[in-house]
Each structure stands twice: as C-alpha cells, then as structure tokens.
C-alpha cells in the first residue's frame, strides 16, 4: 500500500544542542510576561497521558492569521498537537484557546514561500537565526522541506 508524503513525514535535522539549554529559559520569561520577538508559550495535551505540556515556539502572525512550525521535525509537542487539534498559546502571559489545523506537504510548501520566507526577512537576522534553529532547508528549498517541517495554522475558538 503506498503511502503520500502527507501521511508519512521525513525527519528533519537534528535539535541544535542550544536549544535544550535555551528552552528553559525562554519558558520562564515568557511565563512572567517578558516579551522574546515572535515565541509564545504552547501548551498542548499529552497524547499518552493527557497531561499538559508547553514548550516555547515561534508563532508567526501575517494579515490576522497565525502558524507554528516546527524546525526540527516530529517533535513531541508536533506529535500531541496533531493528536490533540487544539492548544492554548500564551502571548504576553494571556492565554488563548485555539484549534491547530496540520498543513499538507503543498500547503505547507506555500506557507514557506509566501509567508515565512518574507516573514523571516523581515527580522533582523531572522534568516540567520531560521538557519541556526534547523530550518535553513526552509528558505532554500521550500518544497522539500514541506515534507520534514509540520506547519499548522492556529485559529481562536
């Protein structure tokens, strides 16, 4: 049986040592409030325990919609957001519910064309920045990296 690329996603590269170090940290001013660009706070329900968990991530905003992708592939909160199809992102200690809807492999190519590569360009290093988080294929080749960077759009319940 032949499987689409939508239903089996590749791995993506492997997380930067930096970012277990820097991911605590990040955590706990972002929980007290201390704005850091475009990270929020995500926090999703455990696909095995139904606990939650929130981890730190990139929310990028253009024209009231918003998306989180992942840099660095199957990551657990990927995982327990595609299980889960709703979260609560926390921006500046104010939490919303929303519900996650998982881009395809070509929607998610378009995102990174029409959407994240101007984004990031738009920050001062941001290019360097994608590049040094794992997602420098991002900008490279968009249509490759579709398939080894989940996106999903979040809408407000």
């Known amino acids: 049986m032949a499987m689409s690329s939508d239903s089996v996603r590749q791995r993506a590269p492997h997380v930067p040592f ?3 170090l820097l991911n605590p940290i990040a955590h706990r ?16 329900r455990g696909r095995k325990t139904g606990q939650p968990h929130t981890t730190p991530v990139a929310l990028v905003e253009v024209d009231g919609r918003r998306w989180v992708q992942s840099p660095f592939g199957e990551v657990n ?9 709703e979260a609560t ?10 519900d996650a809807v998982e881009l395809s492999t070509a929607e998610t ?3 990174f064309k029409e959407v994240l590569g101007p984004y990031v360009g738009r920050i001062p290093m941001g ?3 994608l590049s040094l988080l794992g997602g420098g294929d991002i900008l ?6 579709a398939a080894r960077h989940p996106v999903f759009e979040l809408k407000s319940r």
């Open 109 to 111: 190519a378009r995102f």
């Open 127 to 129: 290019r360097w920045l």
């Open 29 to 44: 001013l972002l929980r007290i409030g201390i704005p850091m660009g475009p990270n929020a706070l995500l926090t999703v």
């Open 89 to 98: 992102i926390t921006i500046n200690r104010r939490p919303e519910s929303v």
């Open 77 to 85: 909160w990927v995982r327990n957001l595609r299980a889960a199809r």
């Open 140 to 145: 490279a080749d968009p249509d490759a990296a």
């Open 18 to 20: 930096l970012v277990p």
